[in-house]
C-alpha cells in the first residue's frame, strides 16, 4: 500500500506519495514540457537565456551556472541519495577537484587506501602543491581512521566497495568516530539502488556518473550529492566559477540511463553472482573476491550493509600469476578489455597497468592490488554466455 507523508521529504510536496526508488529513479526532476507536453525533458542545448529585465530571469542567466537539463539530473540524483541537493560535474575526475576545492592551506584528508588511482595522483600532484595534507588508512578498520584525524582534519573519503578489491568500509561505524569531519563517500559501484550512505551516516556521496548512473558506455560525468545545504552552496559555487559544470547533453543521457537504474543493477548483480561461484569452483583460479560470496572477508559486513544484492563488480586471480593473468585478458572474444565499468556490456582490466598504473607497485600491494588481479565488470548478456568466454580465455591462459 502506497503511504503518504506529511512532510517534504525525498523530493515530494507535503501530502503526496512516498513513492518507490524505481518511480523516483523516472520521475524525479522531470516533468512534461510546458511548451509542448514532451514525456522526454528536452536537451536545453544553449549558451544563454533571454532575461525579461535586468534582474529578472526564469531562474537560468548562463549555461556554465546552471542549464535545465543539468539541473532535472541533479535534482533526481538528489532524491534518490536523500539529500538536499546536488551539483554535475563534467567528469567523476572533476567532482572530486571540487570536493577537494572544498579545502584550504594547512588542511587534512583522509582517504582509502584502496580507491580509483585517478584520486591519489589528482590529492598527491595537485592538491598537496597548496599546502593540502593527505593520509591514506585502511577505511575498512575504524580504529586506524579514528586514530589519524587531528585537529586538522576535514573530510574522510571512502569508497566502499573499493576499486578494485572489493573490500567494504562500514559508513555507519565510521560515522559514528568522525566528529566534526565530513564523511565522503563514493557511491560509485553501488548506487543508491543497493546503498544510501546518507541513510548510514555520510555527510556528501560522490559519484562517476559515467559508471552505472548512466550504464551505457556513452558519457563522461560526475556528481556530488550533499546532506547540508551549506556544503551544497560551497560546492554550486565551486561548479560555476571553475567551469566545470555537466553537459546538457551528457545530463540528457544519464537522465535516460537512470530509469532504468533499477533493473540494471538488479541484473548486473545477479549475473555477477553467478560468474563469481562459476569462478570459485575453477581449478584454475586462485582467489575470487565478491561480495555476494559467503568466502567473501567481509560478507557479515555485506549483508548488513547492503542486503541481499553485491552489485556487478568482482575481481580475481589465476594461478600462474601476472603472466596468466595477462593471457587471458588477451584472449577474450564476447568481454572486452576496457578501461570504464560499469555499463551494458562485460569488461575486464588489469588494474596493474591500467586503472591503477599511477599507484607505486609498493603501494598497491599494501592495498592488495596484487599484479595479476583482474577486475571484472559483469554486464547484462545472457550470463552463460559471458561464462563462455570467461572459460575459453581461462584455458588459453592456463595451458
Request: with cysteine; proline share 4%.
Amino acid at each position: 500500500m502506497t503511504t503518504i507523508t506529511t512532510t517534504r521529504q525525498n523530493g515530494k510536496r507535503k501530502g503526496k506519495p512516498d513513492l518507490g526508488f524505481a518511480t523516483k529513479a523516472i520521475h524525479a526532476g522531470q516533468r512534461p514540457d510546458p511548451t509542448t507536453g514532451a514525456i522526454s525533458l528536452p536537451i536545453y542545448q544553449t549558451t544563454t537565456y533571454a532575461q525579461e529585465a535586468v534582474g529578472v530571469n526564469k531562474g537560468f542567466t548562463y549555461s556554465r551556472t546552471g542549464n535545465p537539463t543539468v539541473s532535472a539530473l541533479e535534482e533526481n540524483l538528489a532524491v534518490l541519495e536523500k539529500g538536499v541537493g546536488a551539483a554535475c560535474f563534467s567528469s567523476g575526475l572533476s567532482a572530486i577537484t571540487a570536493l577537494f576545492s572544498l579545502l584550504s592551506n594547512g588542511d587534512h584528508a583522509i582517504i582509502g587506501n584502496v580507491v580509483y588511482g585517478g584520486t591519489p595522483r589528482l590529492a598527491d600532484n595537485i592538491f598537496s602543491r597548496f599546502g593540502i595534507k593527505f593520509s591514506y588508512v585502511d577505511t575498512a578498520d575504524v580504529d586506524a581512521v579514528k586514530s589519524e584525524i587531528k585537529g586538522n582534519t576535514k573530510l574522510i573519503l571512502i569508497e566502499t566497495p573499493a576499486n578494485p578489491t572489493l573490500k567494504l568500509s562500514d559508513i555507519q561505524a565510521l560515522s559514528e568516530i568522525k566528529g566534526e569531519v565530513k564523511l565522503v563517500v563514493d557511491n560509485t559501484f553501488y548506487t543508491p539502488a543497493i546503498q544510501i550512505p546518507i541513510d548510514l551516516g555520510a555527510d556528501i556521496v560522490i559519484h562517476s556518473t559515467t559508471k552505472y548512473i548512466e550504464g551505457h558506455n556513452t558519457t563522461i560525468g560526475g556528481a556530488i550529492v550533499t546532506k547540508s545545504k551549506k556544503d551544497l552552496e560551497d560546492l554550486k559555487y565551486i561548479q560555476n566559477a571553475a567551469g566545470s559544470i555537466a553537459a546538457p547533453f551528457n545530463s540528457w543521457l544519464t537522465i535516460r540511463g537512470l530509469k532504468t537504474l533499477d533493473l540494471r543493477m538488479k541484473k548486473h548483480s545477479e549475473n555477477a553472482l553467478a560468474i563469481a561461484e562459476y569462478l570459485e569452483s575453477h581449478p584454475k583460479v586462485s582467489k575470487v573476491l565478491y561480495p555476494g560470496l559467503s568466502s567473501f572477508p567481509q560478507a557479515a559486513l555485506a549483508r548488513k550493509q547492503h542486503h541481499s544484492v553485491h552489485g556487478g563488480m568482482l575481481s580475481f586471480e589465476l594461478k600462474g600469476g601476472v603472466k596468466a593473468g595477462l593471457k587471458f585478458a588477451s584472449s577474450l572474444s564476447l568481454i572486452s578489455l576496457a578501461e570504464n565499468l560499469g555499463a551494458v556490456e562485460t569488461m575486464v582490466t588489469h588494474p596493474a597497468t591500467m586503472t591503477h598504473a599511477a599507484m607505486s607497485r609498493k603501494s598497491r600491494l599494501a592495498a592488495g592490488i596484487t599484479d595479476g588481479l583482474i577486475r571484472v565488470s559483469v554486464g547484462l548478456e545472457d550470463v552463460d554466455d559471458v561464462i563462455s568466454d570467461l572459460d575459453q580465455a581461462i584455458k588459453k591462459a592456463t595451458t
